[in-house]
């Protein structure tokens, strides 16, 4: 049976009042935990008000490996 661990980042957006997400920079923390065998299974922004974001949050996966 497959076991698997779990990473959640938390990603902050910018601008004065937040919301405003840098794509590129985005992409390079995706692909870096890509890199690392992380894949992303969810994603979601944390609310401010008046749909501004205040974090982006990513949840990503992994097959463990158990020592033996």
């Known amino acids: 049976?497959?076991?698997w661990?779990?990473?959640t980042v938390k990603?902050?957006?910018?601008?004065?009042l937040g919301g405003k997400v840098?794509?590129?920079e985005l992409n390079e923390l995706l692909n870096s935990y890509g890199y690392?065998?992380?894949?992303?299974?969810s994603c979601f922004d944390t609310s401010q008000?008046?749909?501004q974001?205040?974090?982006?949050?990513a949840i990503f996966k992994r097959r463990?490996?158990?020592?033996g």
Request: aromatic content about 16%; overall charge negative; cysteine-free.
């Open 22 to 24: 840098n794509e590129d």
């Open 11 to 16: 990603y902050q957006t910018g601008g004065f």
């Open 64 to 67: 463990a490996f158990l020592g």
């Open 5 to 7: 661990e779990y990473k």
């Open 49 to 51: 008000n008046q749909g």
């Open 1 to 3: 049976m497959d076991q």
């Open 53 to 57: 974001s205040r974090d982006v949050i």
């Open 36 to 41: 690392e065998g992380w894949e992303l299974v």
